[in-house]
């Protein structure tokens, strides 16, 4: 539906074209202030469970040294950790020191 709908507004080879996933920052988010956030993460998790998370811990290390890039297996790992506190543990609030949604107008309620 969305193709159809731009069909007049784009070029055919960009509206026509595949689906394309988008790049995140991960290889340089988790060198910076994220890393220590990533670290207390895996230190606390408890899907232990389902994963290796002390092999996750030295992947990160690793890829704070340089050593290797390892942001996409780390950042997979550090998405299920953040799923299981979140739906399995209940340990994090997702909402909590959040701002609620801005109803927008005219929208229906």
Same mark, same amino acid.
């Given at each position: 539906?969305?193709?159809?709908?731009?069909?007049?507004?784009?070029?055919?080879?960009?509206?026509?074209?595949?689906?394309?996933?988008?790049?995140?920052?991960?290889?340089?988010?988790?060198?910076?202030?994220?890393?220590?956030?990533?670290?207390?993460?895996?230190?606390?998790? @408890?899907?232990g469970?389902?994963?290796?998370?002390?092999?996750?811990?030295?992947?990160?290390?690793?890829?704070q040294?340089?050593?290797?890039?390892?942001?996409?297996?780390?950042?997979?790992?550090?998405?299920?950790?953040?799923?299981?506190?979140?739906?399995?543990?209940?340990?994090?609030?997702p909402? @909590?020191?959040?701002a609620?949604?801005?109803?927008?107008?005219?929208?229906?309620?």
């Open positions: 539906m969305l193709r159809a709908a731009v069909a007049g507004l784009l070029p055919a080879p960009v509206a026509q074209r595949r689906k394309l996933g988008f790049a995140t920052p991960a290889r340089v988010w988790l060198r910076g202030d994220i890393g220590d956030w990533a670290h207390e993460l895996l230190s606390r998790s @408890a899907a469970a389902h994963l290796d998370l002390a092999y996750a811990r030295s992947l990160l290390v690793a890829h040294r340089g050593e290797a890039d390892h942001s996409r297996k780390v950042w997979t790992v550090l998405m299920f950790c953040l799923w299981h506190a979140i739906f399995v543990e209940r340990s994090i609030d909402f @909590a020191g959040t609620r949604p801005v109803p927008v107008a005219g929208a229906a309620r």
